[in-house]
């Protein structure tokens, strides 16, 4: 095969663009992977806050806490 052949495959032909889309998402995720495990490396769990932190469900949690109120 020469240069010609592959470049033929990999950009005009709908199995080869199928091939240069997984091969990126592929090492898109390893990428991901290797720099995820060197972040928690770097930063390891400092054990539980016991300061009041902002909660994405903290609307639902104070909801439940109401409801649970008035039945008492």
């Given at each position: 095969?020469?240069?010609?052949?592959?470049?033929?495959?990999?950009?005009?032909?709908?199995?080869?663009?199928?091939?240069?889309?997984?091969?990126?998402?592929?090492?898109s995720?390893?990428?991901?992977?290797?720099?995820?495990?060197?972040?928690?490396?770097?930063?390891?769990?400092?054990?539980?806050?016991?300061?009041?932190?902002?909660?994405?469900?903290d609307?639902i949690e104070?909801?439940?806490?109401?409801?649970?109120?008035?039945?008492?």
């Amino acid at each position: 095969m020469d240069f010609n052949e592959i470049y033929h495959f990999l950009f005009e032909t709908f199995p080869g663009m199928g091939v240069l889309i997984g091969s990126g998402l592929v090492i898109s995720v390893i990428v991901c992977v290797v720099l995820e495990r060197r972040t928690r490396k770097m930063f390891r769990d400092r054990g539980s806050a016991d300061h009041d932190e902002w909660s994405l469900f903290d609307d639902i949690e104070e909801g439940e806490r109401e409801e649970e109120e008035k039945e008492a």
